[in-house]
C-alpha cells in the first residue's frame, strides 16, 4: 500500500491557464476528498466523492472548478481560466468504507498561478 | 453552522516541556472530534480522534477529551521532544462527510 499520491507535486501557471491535477487514493477506499489549503490555513473542503458519484460541493468551488472520478479510483480536478487567487496547495484525501473518519491524505499539489 | 478555533502560534517549547494546544469547535449535534499532525515536508496525519463527549483520544503520547460541555477538544502532552516539532491541525466531522479543519498551531520544540 503506497498511500495517497498526487501528480503533479508542484504547477506554476500564467493567470488564463487551465490546469489539471490528479489523486490516486489508497486502493479500496471508495471516498475520496478534495481540499484548498492556503498558507498559514487549514484545509478547506471542497468536494467529494463516494466511489465514482460526487455527493458534495463546497460554495468554494467556482463554476471554473470541476472534479472528476470517472470508475471510481482516480479523481481530476480542473481549474480553467486560472487567477492568482487560486495559488494554493490542493489536498488529496481518501477514506475506506469501514473507517470513514479516518482520513489519508496525499502531500498535495502547490499551485502558483503568476 | 461548523466550525473550530484554534489556539494561534507559533508555540516554542523547550524539550520536556508540557504542552497544550486549545481547540474549541461550533456544532449541531455531536460531531467526532480529530487531532492532525503536518511533519515538516510530508502531508497531514491524523494523531487522534474522538468520537462521542468524554471519549479520550490518545496516541504517541498526546491526549485530548472531548469536553461537550465546553465544545472544547484541547490537545496535550506531559513532556514533548524535538521530534514532535509540527503543525496541528484540529478537526471535526458533523453529521453530514464534511471535515472542517482549523487555522493550525505550529510548535516548534528547542533541544
Known amino acids: 500500500d503506497t498511500g495517497v499520491s498526487q501528480d503533479p507535486r508542484h504547477k506554476i501557471t500564467k493567470r488564463g491557464q487551465n490546469v489539471t491535477f490528479r489523486c490516486d487514493p489508497i486502493?479500496?477506499?471508495?471516498?475520496l476528498y478534495w481540499y484548498r489549503q492556503t498558507l498559514g490555513q487549514g484545509p478547506e473542503f471542497l468536494t467529494y466523492?463516494?466511489?465514482?458519484?460526487?455527493?458534495?460541493k463546497s460554495r468554494l468551488l467556482s463554476d471554473r472548478f470541476s472534479a472528476e472520478r470517472p470508475k471510481g479510483s482516480f479523481s481530476t480536478l480542473e481549474i480553467q481560466r486560472t487567477e492568482q487567487g487560486d495559488s494554493a496547495m490542493y489536498l488529496c484525501?481518501?477514506?475506506?468504507?469501514?473507517?470513514?473518519?479516518?482520513?489519508?491524505f496525499g502531500p498535495g499539489t502547490r499551485l502558483l498561478v503568476l | 453552522g461548523n466550525s473550530v478555533t484554534q489556539m494561534e502560534g507559533p508555540v516554542t517549547l523547550s524539550e520536556e516541556a508540557f504542552l497544550t494546544i486549545n481547540c474549541t469547535y461550533t456544532?449541531?449535534?455531536?460531531?467526532?472530534l480529530f487531532w492532525y499532525v503536518q511533519y515538516p515536508g510530508e502531508g497531514l496525519q491524523l494523531l487522534l480522534k474522538?468520537?462521542?463527549?468524554?471519549d479520550k483520544g490518545s496516541n504517541k503520547g498526546f491526549e485530548a477529551t472531548y469536553r461537550k460541555e465546553t465544545t472544547s477538544f484541547h490537545l496535550e502532552k506531559g513532556s514533548v521532544q524535538v521530534s514532535d516539532s509540527a503543525v496541528y491541525f484540529c478537526?471535526?466531522?458533523?453529521?453530514?462527510?464534511?471535515?472542517?479543519f482549523g487555522t493550525g498551531t505550529s510548535l516548534t520544540v528547542i533541544p
Open positions: 474522538a468520537t462521542k463527549a468524554d
Open positions: 478537526a471535526l466531522k458533523n453529521t453530514g462527510n464534511q471535515f472542517y
Open positions: 486502493s479500496e477506499h471508495n471516498r
Open positions: 484525501a481518501s477514506t475506506h468504507r469501514g473507517y470513514q473518519e479516518t482520513q489519508y
Open positions: 466523492f463516494q466511489n465514482e458519484a460526487q455527493l458534495e
Open positions: 456544532a449541531t449535534g455531536y460531531p467526532s
